[in-house]
C-alpha cells in the first residue's frame, strides 16, 4: 500500500461500506477511503483543502497509519478526514 501519495485523486479511492447503522445515518452508507498517513494527510490539506473540503488534520508530533476518507458522498456536505487505520477498520469494511 502507499501510504505517502497524497495528491492522490479522489477517483483512485477504493469504496468502503459502513459496518453500522448509525455510523450509515451521520455519514452515508458508502465512503471512498484511500490509506494514508496523517503527516501525508497534513501536506493533502495544504495543498487541496478548500478544492476537495477538507476536514483540519490532527495535531500530533508523531506519525500514524489511517485513511483519508471522503464521507457524505454524493451529498451537498461531502468532505474529506483522515481517521486513524484502528478506528477506521471498526467501522467499514471493502465493498464487495
Do not use: C
Amino acid at each position: 500500500m502507499q501510504f505517502e501519495d497524497h495528491l492522490i485523486g479522489q477517483e483512485s479511492f477504493s469504496e468502503f461500506e459502513a459496518l453500522d447503522d448509525e455510523v450509515a445515518a451521520k455519514y452515508g452508507r458508502l465512503v471512498r477511503a484511500h490509506p494514508m498517513t496523517n503527516r501525508a494527510y497534513g501536506r493533502r490539506h495544504l495543498e487541496l483543502a478548500e478544492q476537495n473540503n477538507m476536514k483540519p488534520p490532527p495535531s500530533s508530533g508523531r506519525i500514524f497509519m489511517g485513511y483519508v476518507v471522503i464521507r457524505s458522498l454524493g451529498r451537498k456536505g461531502q468532505y474529506e478526514t483522515w481517521i486513524p487505520d484502528h478506528a477506521f477498520e471498526e467501522i467499514y469494511k471493502a465493498k464487495s
